[in-house]
């Protein structure tokens, strides 16, 4: 018995996204079947449905910031009955053998296996993602969302959350620590809330002036324009932490000399060749590092919707109607969004 | 009561270096005074004898790889006594009062004192390095030398040593860790030799064919040729750390693949800017990182000598004559030293 859906599907690079049926699998013994309630909207979404990265599988069914109520559960599921509220991220999948999955770090397993766009090897089908009535997960790929969160606003947890959680944590932010936060979008604002409430000193990196005021209401204590030579010098050896979220090619050079002595500056928005040279001068002299991160296993993503539960944290969203997908995506482009778009699935129709 | 010494200077970027008659200052209470045996040939030695840096202070004299025996010391010297075999690195004093300083990281304080070529704060001297006949030091910045190691070896461990032992400690070099060395000279050897030492599966790197007996010698399990694609692709994923010691502009991009998940690219050979963008999609798919590290503290320093008197562990070195500097310098430009000119003080004449 197969799952007939309705979704929101792009056809081709060019097309925009239109309702589409499609069946979901037969669910297997350890699956988790998912009515989804509301889907967030991230960047990759329309990377994806552009082909930017050259890697799409059309039609192409975006979607990985899921929450949704379980419908039906398979025979072996343990963890999750009818009727609870879940979410789903990232990954629906991955090789459950490797170094990376047997110490949960699920997204850095060669054979994970994306929510949408991925082919999913138990089946040769290509994955199709949130923007749709329900889908069908392995249990150990579904997390428990706290009581109390709205749901809404606990989407983007799935996908903008981890990504910002994950470094922060694996940084060792703590009570006291001095942590950065470059760009204020899906990402940016997740970074502020998460790092305040672990109880860091927090600063905003923005390029564009008049940012302050909602930076200071999502967290933040500091806000520095990064374009203004005397303001990135007053806060030099600063920052045991940046997390770096801008989206775009930019220059890491201004950023390194705010570190402390130790400090590391993580990009988590950005994948590819930097524009300057990156100058190593001030990374010998003082031991700091760049590096990357990429949204988090499926532990510590459950420690995350956990932590967002236990301290009132979501995302500041614009909910849509499914019909309204494609006009998001042009406002998105722009940043003129505040500061993540999350469809009402139950706007979902023909 | 000053100290004339005769010592080895330069007194222009362009000059040779010749004898050269000057005085150290009057030793302090604290101060340790030290008639010097050995000095090795560091590579910052030509560079500050050049001006490469900018920073020179004529005249010159170099030398931070310095072996002696204490023949004075000061009224509140409690560490150290008249005939102690004893070391001098990098530096000769800090502020003493900074986050680093209080955490042992001399090597990150904004007021340390290079041993060479530097403006003292105390008494507003430029301090002079080991191309001489003594020293005299605050006994904090001295180091015991191991009963037993040979003392001519024992010399470039001051900073060759420190400069790869520290970076290994750091990222936690341990019993299977899964190591690389980039660049066979001064540097590189010794990492090869301390990361074997600390239990680990040892790689080098090397752009130059030739190099795998003397290699396989020193503590590497595999050569890999970095100019060879398919040896480095056989090597995807395998490294914790790659301790990179070229001391040239290169292009990192070809390294970072080779590290595992989590693993780091730590520079202790190049400061300036990268040539080629250095790619950060793979830093973010694999949580990976580049970052530096500069020689080590004085805590970490003496660790390092313990370590290697416990291990038998001291530098490949060529003894050369006082007046064989100029010409080392010539043979070090081309590379033609295995792996350390050493410099017999007994031989200093003018």
Redesign the interface.
């Known amino acids: 018995m197969t799952i007939k859906v309705l979704g929101y599907a792009a056809h081709s690079p060019t097309a925009s996204l239109v309702p589409y049926r499609f069946e979901r699998r037969d669910p297997r013994a350890d699956d988790v079947t998912i009515a989804i309630i509301y889907c967030g909207v991230c960047h990759s979404d329309l990377h994806t449905t552009h082909n930017d990265w050259g890697n799409t599988q059309y039609p192409v069914v975006p979607g990985h910031e899921i929450i949704g109520r379980v419908t039906a559960v398979g025979a072996k599921v343990t963890r999750f009955k009818v009727g609870d509220t879940v979410g789903v991220g990232c990954l629906v999948d991955s090789c459950q053998d490797c170094?990376?999955c047997e110490h949960g770090?699920e997204q850095?397993c060669k054979g994970a296996v994306l929510t949408y766009s991925a082919i999913d090897p138990k089946d040769g089908r290509v994955t199709k993602g949130g923007y749709s009535q329900a889908v069908v997960v392995n249990e150990k790929f579904v997390l428990h969302i706290p009581n109390g969160l709205d749901l809404k606003g606990a989407a983007p947890l799935l996908c903008a959350g981890i990504t910002t959680y994950s470094p922060l944590r694996?940084w060792g932010v703590k009570q006291g620590s001095n942590v950065a936060v470059t760009g204020l979008g899906g990402l940016g604002h997740m970074g502020l809330k998460l790092a305040k409430a672990m109880g860091a000193e927090v600063t905003l990196f923005t390029r564009s002036p008049g940012k302050e005021k909602d930076a200071l209401r999502l967290g933040a204590d500091t806000v520095v324009l990064s374009s203004k030579p005397d303001e990135m010098k007053a806060v030099a050896g600063t920052f045991d932490l940046i997390i770096d979220t801008v989206p775009y090619v930019h220059d890491l050079n201004p950023y390194i000399p705010t570190l402390?002595?130790d400090g590391?500056l993580v990009?988590?928005g950005?994948?590819?060749?930097?524009?300057n040279?990156?100058?190593?001068?001030?990374?010998?002299?003082?031991?700091?590092?760049?590096?990357?991160?990429?949204i988090g296993g499926l532990p510590e993503t459950q420690e995350m919707l956990d932590f967002c539960g236990e301290h009132g944290i979501t995302a500041d969203v614009e909910v849509i109607r499914m019909d309204a997908i494609n006009e998001a995506y042009v406002r998105m482009r722009k940043s003129d969004v505040k500061y993540r778009f999350v469809i009402d699935m139950a706007s979902l129709k023909d």
Chains 1, 2 share one sequence.
């Not at 950005?270 to 524009?275: E, F, N, R």
């Not at 190593?280 to 990429?294: D, F, H, I, Y």
């Open positions: 170094e990376p770090l850095y694996h402390k002595v590391t990009l988590v950005y994948l590819g060749p930097l524009d040279a990156l100058n190593t001068a001030p990374l010998v002299l003082e031991r700091k590092a760049v590096a990357g991160s990429l």
